[in-house]
């Protein structure tokens, strides 16, 4: 499947509570109409920070080299996904979705995707591809989950490949073993454009100053992972158990940079990854 | 939780059944999943494969009892729609402010249902309104509902009890049902989910102070309309597969008890699959105390 990240930062008019509702409110309204769109998350930065959830020792000695400056650059990210390439480049385009006075009508605003970026966001997303490893697929029960993002950043002399390699190999054969698990996906960005023909060409995003802003964010991490537990306590009470101390010293190696946060994870649309059905379906 | 069904035909003058999908998963759920307090919300609309197809005659003919003909003439679609309480319910339509502006978060102004009588069975000398058929239904986990990335097979069972009750939801019938049936589709281990649900005996619960009292809803035709509805079941088993295959192997296992049971409850028992629309994932967990679908 085709998979984006698009982080956002919140319109400064906006507290981080009015942007929840204004992304998973309005905005996913019109998000989950995109044409022949097959899954769509949006992740929110949890009120609570990691420290307060998972303990602020677990978290210390998990962490290594945090950016001081990251929790400033975004505030949620969209989790976009498309069978293609081709489908994601025209999904911004208006949906025969809408019942009017004459049976099924196109809806313009769902290629605006209601038309609110400048009012949700500060600027442009940062808006990137992501090459997926499935470690253990994703089982969502009916209640909201506690979902983990570790970052990750590789040495400087660690080939991409290799630290790809590293990390969804034998780090995932243990990690996916965490007891309580719900699901562990592994995202390593790419460098495929799919900013140029999604967004409009007067974007921030593609200013000497949006692409300034974007690397600089780009720069503190290569990869970042995915964990679903039932709970907080399941990823912590694993970590602080001796099965699991392979991890730490995997992730000295690993990783140059590590560090987690909690999102809030809406379902706007279920990713679905068989064949898609010839009829309109989310 | 306080959950309803809401049994919906199409417009069938302006819209096909795929066209009605559309519609209804598209648009008019871009406005409905913002309803206040909505804490689960899924749209039911029946498959294009008809059921003795997808089954086998065969299996069809050994799964259903006096199996209406007519059932799926009612409705194109019906969502499952889940709130804490019913005062949550009957407020849901409270505008809420979920649109950043210049002005900040405020309610949206083009927020609207008004697509009603074009996406569904308008009312001839009632402009502005539809027929609705909202049934509020006591549901029991029989096994909870895990959903993986991808299409599920989902199927409802619907069933007539042989006893007409006063009180369904909390009958002699009813509970014989959760005591001897339920336990067996409980370890179903190939089954991603099992819900049992009892329509309530009040027709009208979850009509009463969600549709004004003069609407469609409440007059004779729309009374009447209910009441001949209602009058096909008692209840729907959802079930949950990740394929037909797996439902048909599964329940070949424990058919001949399971038969045996359905001739002793039901007068009446068949199967309709559905395809399932994700519009709000149940949470069934407390409401966090921030926006969240």
């Not at chain 1, 949006?42 to 950016?67: F, H, I, Q, Y």
């Not at chain 1, 989790?79 to 019942?99: I, K, N, V």
């Not at chain 2, 309480?85 to 505008?95: G, I, K, P």
């Amino acid at each position: 499947m085709l998979k984006v990240f698009g982080f956002v930062k919140r319109n400064p008019r906006l507290t981080h509570d009015d942007y929840r509702a204004g992304h998973v409110g309005y905005h996913n309204s019109f998000g989950r109409r995109l044409n022949n769109i097959r899954g769509y998350l949006l992740n929110v930065a949890s009120n609570t920070p990691v420290t307060a959830s998972l303990g602020t020792d677990l978290v210390m000695r998990l962490t290594r080299n945090e950016p001081e400056d990251f929790d400033t650059q975004w505030d949620g990210w969209g989790q976009l996904m498309f069978d293609t390439l081709e489908d994601y480049l025209a999904a911004r385009t208006p949906a025969r979705d809408y019942p009017g006075l004459n049976g099924l009508q196109m809806d313009p605003m769902v290629g605006k995707v209601g038309d609110d970026f400048n009012e949700l966001y500060a600027g442009s997303p940062f808006q990137f591809h992501v090459d997926e490893t499935i470690s253990q697929p994703v089982v969502r029960p009916e209640r909201k989950l506690f979902k983990l993002v570790q970052f990750g950043q590789r040495p400087a002399d660690m080939p991409l490949a290799l630290f790809r390699a590293y990390w969804t190999g034998r780090y995932a054969q243990l990690a996916r073993t965490l007891p309580g698990l719900r699901g562990l996906v592994i995202n390593f960005r790419t460098p495929l454009d799919v900013m140029t023909h999604f967004f409009a060409p007067d974007s921030e995003g593609f200013t000497p100053d949006g692409v300034k802003r974007r690397e600089h964010f780009y720069a503190q991490w290569d990869g970042m992972a995915e964990y679903w537990f039932d709970c907080a306590g399941d990823f912590a009470h694993a970590r602080n158990s001796s099965a699991f101390a392979l991890l730490d010293e995997l992730e000295k190696t690993l990783f140059d940079r590590v560090f987690y946060r909690e999102v809030d994870e809406t379902v706007a649309v279920l990713p679905k990854r068989d064949p898609a059905p010839e009829f309109y379906h989310r | 939780m306080f959950k309803v069904f809401a049994f919906l035909k199409r417009n069938t003058h302006l819209l096909s059944h795929d066209e009605y999908r559309a519609g209804h998963v598209g648009y008019h759920c871009g406005q409905s999943r913002r309803l206040k307090n909505i804490r689960g919300y899924l749209v039911n609309v029946w498959s294009n494969t008809p059921i003795e197809e997808r089954l086998g005659k065969q299996w069809h003919d050994a799964l259903s009892i006096h199996p209406p003909n007519d059932f799926i003439n009612w409705w194109d679609g019906f969502p499952e729609v889940f709130f804490d309480h019913r005062e949550d319910w009957v407020t849901a339509t409270t505008l809420e402010p979920t649109r950043a502006t210049a002005d900040g978060l405020v309610i949206d102004p083009d927020w609207s249902l008004s697509d009603g009588p074009q996406l569904f069975n308008p009312v001839a000398d009632r402009p502005g309104e539809f027929q609705p058929c909202h049934l509020r239904m006591h549901e029991h986990v029989i096994r909870p509902v895990l959903r993986a990335e991808q299409k599920t097979f989902k199927l409802m069972q619907f069933f007539k009890l042989k006893q007409p009750e006063a009180e369904p939801n909390v009958s002699a019938a009813a509970q014989q049902l959760l005591s001897d049936y339920a336990p067996i589709i409980s370890r179903w281990h190939n089954c991603n989910g099992a819900i049992l649900n009892f329509r309530d005996s009040n027709r009208e619960a979850a009509m009463d102070d969600f549709y004004k009292p003069d609407s469609w809803g409440h007059s004779p035709e729309g009374l009447a309309h209910r009441a001949a509805f209602c009058d096909y079941f008692d209840g729907a088993i959802e079930y949950h597969f990740h394929t037909p295959t797996a439902f048909l192997a599964t329940r070949a296992a424990d058919q001949a008890r399971l038969r045996a049971l359905e001739e002793a409850h039901f007068s009446s028992c068949w199967y309709v699959e559905v395809d399932e629309n994700l519009v709000v994932m149940p949470n069934r967990n407390p409401a966090p105390n921030f926006y969240f679908r």
